[in-house]
């Protein structure tokens, strides 16, 4: 087999999988948040551009690197998740399955709307040394920023691996994922873990944008096409299922990359939606649907 070929097919798949982690960590949040409320979170790409926007800010106003605003991005996420969670959508009572859809619609327009008032309509960037550089391994170019954004995810993940299974506000969140009534007779207040469950949703996300800052350009609608990518990684890993999400973000991310690479790149988006329709129409459960247990 032609050396140049099989360098440049793992080229293209260490590409995927890197560019796939961080679909994964996207669609962990809206997986998280659907598995312990069943809401499906429409402003969920609208949280990432908010991330985006902090660093964005953060690094034009006091020249603070992407990274290190994460410390502001990620608690800042939380508390607007919460908030919205505590005051807002838990108003929708028992319409709470159907209105979120409108709900959170609502909310991504308010969000996109505030970001253009504030930022303007023009695409801005961040300008960082290592935004562009890349090192070798075995004959493979592998972006910084993009390892950087997918050891973050793994991070992120086995940390929320070891909260819901390690800890009792774990077993709570679980605990109401599984039956709210049961749970709340058994002294855990639901109402404070949807709160905390969203919250860590719209963090997720608010990672994810500072993840993405060095490599894309911000615009107050860039959250639009990454809501679609969260459906796609849920829908392909199975709603609800955390474990589903993080291989169906690897999935995404390394069909994508092999469709640009060899068919067409100007159809790079179109290859994740063929896929997600025909999981829709052979598997509507999703790949691993019933093999890994839900939240």
Known sequence: MDPVAVTAFFQTLVQGLLTGGLYALIGTGLS???????????????????????????????????????????????ALGYVLQRFVLTRLGDRLG???????????????????????????????????????????????S?????????????????????TELG?????TA???????????KTANIQAIVFG???????IAGVLLMP???????????????????????GLGNLPGALVGGLVLGVIESLGAFYVNNNYRDAYGLVAFLLVLLLRPEGLFGKTVKRV
């Open 215 to 237: 490599l894309l350009y911000a615009f107050p609608t860039v959250g639009e096409n990454y809501t679609t990518k969260a459906f796609i990684v849920t829908v392909l890993g």
């Open 171 to 175: 077993r709570a969140i679980r605990a």
């Open 98 to 144: 159907e209105g979120s859809m409108l709900a959170t619609l609502g909310l991504g327009l308010i969000i996109s709307n505030t970001l253009l008032l504030g930022f303007g309509a023009q695409p801005q960037s961040i300008n960082v040394p290592y935004a562009s550089s890349t090192f070798s391994f075995a004959g493979v170019q592998v972006s910084i």
């Open 32 to 78: 998280l948040i659907f598995g312990v409320m069943k809401v499906i979170n429409f402003a969920h790409g609208d949280f990432l551009a908010i991330g985006m926007f902090i660093s964005l800010a953060l690094f034009k106003t006091f020249n603070i690197d992407p990274y290190l605003s994460l410390l502001v991005a990620a608690p800042a996420g939380f």
């Open 178 to 188: 599984q039956n709210p009534l049961g749970a709340e007779l058994q002294g855990v």
């Open 146 to 166: 993009l390892l950087i954004a997918g050891l973050g995810t793994l991070a992120v993940i086995a940390g929320l691996n070891l909260l819901l299974y390690r």
């Open 200 to 206: 860590l949703g719209v963090a997720f996300a608010a």
